[in-house]
């Protein structure tokens, strides 16, 4: 069983940065591939990016966070990081950290493939 607790969420102006974290509990970190998603109101949870197993070779991210964003991973301290810049209104969320030790057909980008998940960090950009 996996423990993922998120942190680094707050209020930033558009424009601004922030960087969450997710922690692990799992000795064996480093076989396990993660992801960020994230959940407005009224919206579904969505793939934001995904890093997979050990160093982390491969990297995906959604379009609209692609170039803005960077997910990295330090298996040293068990923790997963997304690097957000360039923040806008709308990524306005509650963001959630995942993990699975599969590699699924969804390359890591549909909720359904992760078995673990955090409690969820809130982000807020302000216009």
């Known amino acids: 069983q996996v423990q993922l607790v998120e942190s680094g969420g707050g209020l930033v102006q558009a424009g601004g940065s922030l960087r969450l974290s997710c922690a692990a509990s799992e000795g064996s970190f480093g076989t396990y591939v993660f992801g960020w998603f994230r959940q407005a109101p009224g919206k579904e949870r969505e793939f934001v990016a995904v890093?997979?197993?050990?160093?982390?070779?491969?990297?995906d991210y959604a379009d609209s966070v692609k170039g803005r964003f960077t997910i990295s991973r330090d298996n040293a301290k068990n923790t997963v990081y997304l690097q957000m810049n360039s923040l806008k209104p709308e990524d306005t969320a509650v963001y959630y950290c995942?993990?699975?030790?599969?590699?699924?057909?969804?390359?890591?980008?549909?909720?359904?493939?992760?078995?673990?998940w955090g409690q969820g960090t809130q982000v807020t950009v302000s216009s």
């Open positions: 995942a993990a699975t030790s599969n590699w699924g057909p969804s390359a890591g980008r549909l909720a359904v493939d992760y078995d673990y």
């Open positions: 890093i997979t197993a050990w160093s982390g070779v491969y990297t």
